[in-house]
């Protein structure tokens, strides 16, 4: 499979903070401009991977106009499942299942908790499915009702293990703040953080503050992904999918009861995804990682292998993972300063740094990426990008 499929086409909406328009409504707008991105026009379009919830490739295609929908696919792997949709759309494109697969995202991050006047609310929300009865069945009833209290072990272990200091995690909420200030989209383009700002922030699970965690935000994104024969020919050239890869922990449903909370679906899916591309992580230029939070991002970049264990903090405060730095990591402000859209950003943001048309965050000579998906349980996905099959 490896450089048979090419991302033609890129497109996000602003990141709002209560939005009155519904989620299927940015993702129309965002898939429009994908497709238009891409040279194409909707008819061409014969396969769509629609996310995990809000909306159905069946609805997509009717609004679209797309006529003959000939594949579509679900992956429900939480922030996992945009990378895990660029996979899959990948594979229908190489084995001649579909030629043109739109793949998009888009939910109400910000809205669905805060109801309002003037805020659209959809009939449907996020897919649910039996993997979350473990949260109701065996987190709640311990106090865990959130996020921050899911992984917060995790954290604390990696932290732990790794020499991991809370001076860390403001190194690298603070790159992805000054990464956010150059892009126009950026929630956070004009919000300064400082290292008091940090350390001020309330302390909502230890060791996570309010600002080592993700933005909320309603948004859609949405990428083409084609032949390389056919990108060659759009727009924008190409950008080749090189490899791919999707892990899970043992057991896969419960943090808890895992012998070793390090070893993440990432420690399975990079190997695979580097194997498949024929590079190392020492090849990469550039990447883009699921920073849901602080901690989780930069356990994913040593699992990565774009440092070594318990380097990450290391190097966030030495600005390697910066702008000018050795590897600029979310050069958009990502999850973290950016907005939330479930990793689609990032794979935007790096298809745009591959492409050379990322204005004033433009990583000099960027050819090679790989962006990161973090599922719900720590499961893993991770796509590697380059400008040549």
């Given at each position: 499979?490896?450089?048979?499929?090419?991302?033609?086409?890129i497109?996000?909406?602003?990141?709002?903070?209560?939005?009155?328009?519904?989620p299927?409504?940015?993702?129309?707008?965002?898939?429009?401009?994908?497709?238009?991105?891409?040279g194409?026009?909707?008819?061409?379009?014969?396969?769509?991977?629609?996310?995990?919830?809000?909306t159905?490739a069946?609805?997509?295609?009717?609004?679209?106009?797309?006529?003959?929908?000939?594949?579509?696919?679900i992956?429900?792997?939480?922030?996992a499942?945009s990378?895990?949709?660029?996979?899959?759309?990948a594979?229908a494109?190489?084995?001649?299942?579909?030629?043109?697969?739109?793949?998009?995202?888009?939910?109400?991050?910000?809205?669905?908790?805060?109801?309002?006047?003037?805020?659209?609310?959809p009939r449907?929300?996020?897919a649910?499915?039996?993997?979350?009865?473990?949260v109701?069945d065996?987190?709640?009833?311990?106090?865990?009702?959130?996020?921050?209290?899911?992984y917060?072990?995790?954290a604390?272990?990696?932290?732990?293990r790794?020499?991991i200091?809370?001076?860390?995690?403001?190194?690298?909420?603070?790159?992805?703040?000054?990464h956010?200030?150059?892009?126009?989209?950026?929630?956070?383009?004009d919000?300064?953080?400082t290292?008091?700002?940090?350390?001020?922030?309330?302390?909502?699970?230890?060791?996570?503050?309010k600002?080592?965690?993700c933005?909320?935000?309603?948004?859609?994104?949405?990428?083409?992904?084609?032949?390389?024969?056919?990108?060659?020919d759009?727009?924008?050239?190409?950008?080749?999918?090189l490899g791919?890869?999707?892990?899970r922990?043992?057991?896969?449903?419960?943090?808890?009861?895992r012998?070793?909370?390090?070893?993440?679906?990432?420690?399975?899916?990079?190997p695979?995804?580097?194997?498949?591309?024929?590079?190392?992580?020492?090849?990469?230029d550039?990447v883009?990682?699921?920073?849901?939070?602080t901690?989780v991002?930069?356990l994913?970049?040593?699992?990565l292998?774009?440092?070594?264990?318990?380097?990450?903090?290391?190097?966030a405060?030495?600005?390697?993972?910066?702008?000018?730095?050795?590897?600029?990591?979310n050069?958009?402000?990502?999850?973290l300063?950016?907005?939330?859209?479930?990793?689609?950003?990032?794979?935007?943001?790096?298809?745009?740094?591959?492409?050379?048309?990322?204005?004033?965050?433009?990583?000099?000579?960027?050819?090679?990426?790989?962006v990161t998906?973090?599922?719900?349980?720590?499961?893993?996905?991770?796509?590697?990008?380059g400008?040549?099959?």
């Amino acid at each position: 499979m490896r450089g048979q499929a090419a991302i033609a086409g890129i497109a996000e909406t602003p990141f709002y903070r209560g939005s009155p328009r519904l989620p299927i409504e940015l993702m129309l707008d965002a898939s429009l401009e994908a497709i238009a991105d891409a040279g194409l026009a909707p008819s061409d379009i014969d396969g769509i991977c629609a996310p995990p919830g809000f909306t159905s490739a069946e609805e997509l295609a009717a609004n679209l106009g797309i006529e003959d929908l000939g594949f579509s696919a679900i992956t429900a792997v939480g922030g996992a499942s945009s990378v895990a949709g660029i996979r899959n759309a990948a594979m229908a494109v190489a084995t001649g299942v579909a030629t043109s697969v739109l793949v998009v995202v888009g939910w109400n991050g910000y809205s669905w908790m805060r109801p309002r006047d003037g805020v659209a609310v959809p009939r449907h929300g996020l897919a649910m499915s039996s993997a979350q009865d473990v949260v109701v069945d065996v987190m709640v009833p311990q106090g865990a009702i959130g996020a921050t209290q899911f992984y917060a072990p995790l954290a604390n272990d990696y932290r732990r293990r790794r020499g991991i200091t809370d001076d860390d995690g403001a190194a690298f909420a603070m790159a992805m703040r000054r990464h956010a200030h150059r892009h126009p989209l950026a929630v956070m383009r004009d919000t300064p953080m400082t290292t008091e700002d940090y350390f001020e922030s309330s302390m909502l699970s230890e060791p996570f503050r309010k600002l080592d965690c993700c933005l909320e935000t309603d948004a859609a994104a949405a990428v083409v992904v084609t032949s390389v024969q056919r990108a060659a020919d759009a727009p924008h050239g190409v950008v080749a999918i090189l490899g791919v890869g999707e892990g899970r922990p043992e057991p896969a449903d419960d943090i808890a009861g895992r012998s070793d909370l390090l070893r993440i679906g990432l420690s399975g899916a990079a190997p695979r995804a580097f194997a498949m591309a024929d590079l190392t992580p020492a090849d990469l230029d550039v990447v883009g990682v699921y920073d849901c939070f602080t901690y989780v991002a930069m356990l994913q970049l040593e699992v990565l292998g774009v440092v070594g264990e318990g380097e990450a903090g290391i190097a966030a405060r030495e600005g390697r993972f910066d702008l000018g730095g050795a590897l600029p990591v979310n050069t958009h402000g990502g999850l973290l300063s950016q907005g939330h859209m479930w990793g689609m950003n990032h794979v935007i943001e790096m298809t745009r740094q591959i492409r050379g048309e990322a204005g004033e965050r433009q990583v000099p000579g960027a050819r090679l990426s790989a962006v990161t998906g973090w599922g719900d349980f720590g499961d893993g996905t991770v796509v590697v990008l380059g400008s040549k099959p």
